[in-house]
């Protein structure tokens, strides 16, 4: 079991705090939701974890070994925006990221993989970019996954099949994510936070949300 | 090591730099152009892979590729590339040519 603590992260844009000495932990085997509306800076931690955004303060660490600056040897990261290249094949890309056969096999033979590991990924719908992209991220030898809006703009059936991917990987990964979509995020966390004015609060339940005004009378 | 990964990094800026040097080439000679295409082809690649291709740098960041990794990869590439591209050029347009100055 391994345990990623954030102990402390601040950051601030202009005279704007947006995160104010922000902190949590999550372990393998759990998956942890945090919600918040536009701006409120949950891609910006996510990056500042990730190591690809500076933070005006960041402590962190894995198993209380303090960790700093480019996280990749614990963390994998799905940005919000497709991050694969468009011009290379699928079957060319899977090699890239994975070099022994048993990986490769691994995502070549999924059932949603098998039938487009021909098409070069420009020609792929959003729903199997983002699917293919989960996929390559959790195979990855990373005690941690962070995932910003892997369920946005995608067809119930992708949305589906990345929860069962995450529940699957649940049992050898510590995940977090952050979606507007609630509905499924609560589908698979185990606790979840909301981010406003800089600081995370602990969400209960869905009623909660309300309570904390990121949802309006009509979302429940 | 992830070659490949370097290798497809190097993919998405060699048009950015093969555009740049054949503009060199036509413009200062094959000397220069291969100086452009070593120097700044380089960093209008790195420009326009950052200005297109922006949030593909994740593609790389996840296997622990950071910026300064793949400009190092990419220097190291785009020599071996370069050389042979620039002999066969110079070899071709003095079969066609004659004896050419290279500058």
Redesign the interface.
Same mark, same amino acid.
């Given at each position: 079991m391994a345990i990623f603590k954030l102990h402390s992260a601040s950051k601030h844009f202009g005279k704007r705090k947006i995160l104010n000495e922000v902190s949590f932990s999550f372990e393998t085997g759990e998956i942890i939701g945090i919600f918040g509306r536009n701006g409120c800076g949950k891609s910006t931690l996510l990056k500042m974890l #990730?190591g %690809?955004m500076s933070a005006d303060t960041i402590e962190m660490s894995v198993n209380g070994v303090s960790i700093k600056n #480019?996280t %990749?040897?614990h963390l994998?990261?799905l940005?919000q925006?497709?991050?694969?290249?468009k011009?290379?094949k699928v079957r060319d890309l899977i090699?890239?990221?994975f070099s022994e056969e048993k990986k490769q096999d691994a995502i070549f033979y999924d059932s949603m993989i098998a039938n487009i590991s021909s098409k070069s990924v420009g020609s792929l719908s959003l729903g199997q970019v983002r699917y293919l992209e989960v996929l390559?991220?959790a195979n990855?030898d990373r005690p941690f996954l962070m995932l910003d809006e892997p369920f946005s703009m995608l067809d119930p059936l992708y949305k589906d099949r990345i929860k069962i991917l995450l529940n699957k990987l649940k049992s050898s990964k510590g995940i977090l994510i952050t979606d507007h979509y609630f509905e499924d995020v609560l589908g698979v966390t185990d606790r979840n936070y909301l981010l406003k004015n800089g600081v995370l609060e602990k969400v209960l339940s869905k009623q909660s949300l309300k309570e904390m005004a990121y949802l309006g009378d009509s979302s429940i | 090591m992830?070659i490949?990964?370097y290798w497809?990094f190097y993919?998405?800026i060699f048009p950015f730099i093969a555009i740049f040097s054949i503009l060199g080439v036509i413009y200062v000679g094959i000397a220069w152009g291969f100086v452009l295409f070593a120097t700044l082809g380089l960093f209008f690649g790195f420009l326009g892979f950052r200005f297109f291709?922006n949030?593909?740098?994740?593609?790389y960041?996840?296997?622990?590729l950071?910026k300064k990794r793949l400009i190092l990869g990419s220097i190291v590439i785009n020599i071996l590339v370069g050389v042979p591209i620039f002999s066969i050029l110079l070899i071709f347009i003095s079969f066609i040519f004659g004896d050419i100055q290279i500058t």
């Open positions: #990730f %690809t #480019f %990749t040897k994998s990261y940005p925006h497709p991050f694969i290249p011009n290379i090699p890239i990221y390559l991220l990855l | 992830h490949r990964a497809q993919k998405s291709y949030d593909q740098y994740y593609f960041y996840n296997l622990g950071t």
